[in-house]
């Protein structure tokens, strides 16, 4: 994967609220290159790439994925069906590294069918390209819900007990080496808590049989309301690329001694 170059990456990290500090009386071109000098930490490192459109190799696992979007689909687990316009299984390439999960589509997510568009995906989108990610190349996302509830209220525990299995299925399939729950409501539904998210960010949690790794932030929605934790959503997201340096140096760590 290439690199980011500084000038986008200055943008990406502006998008998320992280400020640079520029000195005047050396212009704009320097400030572009004190991105790489003052930030170190926002030089990303190499991510998983494997294009959208890169069939899969497993044809049982393609007939899996087509079962599920049906399931989904045609989904009438809980009465969420009766409102809703559409299911919405996620997007992105059915090989990914990382899966972002939300807590349920909107109201413009149910209408087109893909999660986190408008102001917020868009949010989230800088977010990822921070890190060095992009949703259409290494990163799978989707939300808790499949469903979208009524004027976008909470899920209910019904709701998201109806719904879990879908997403098991999905992180089987998947099989991500890091998960990022963007948002409480996605946080606590996951990891089965009623945890402040104060309280379970910069941590490492497990979610399912698989024990994925999983790592908490701020939804971009609320980033939006409150751009002031867009600092600490930036510390989450460092976090988070860290622990995946990790896993992935311990994989090919353990690939050369095999």
Known sequence: MKPVPAERRRQYLEAIGVDLWVSRSRGPAAA???TRAATPEAVPVPMAHVPASEPLEDPDAAARWEALRREVQGCTRCPLHTTRTQGVLGVGPRRADWLVIGEAPGAEEDRRGEPFVGAAGQLLDAMLRAI???RRSNVYIANVLKSRPPN????KPEEVAACLPYLLRQVALLQPKIMLAV???AAQNL???DASLARLRLQVHRF???HTPLVVTYHPAYLLRTPADKRKAWEDLKFARSLYQQLTQGSA????RS
């Open 32 to 34: 572009v290159a004190d």
């Open 152 to 155: 976008n209220r909470d899920p």
């Open 208 to 210: 399912g049989e698989l």
């Open 191 to 193: 990891l089965a808590t």
């Open 132 to 134: 060095g990610l992009d």
């Open 183 to 185: 948002g409480r409501i």
């Open 253 to 256: 760590a353990d690939g050369h």
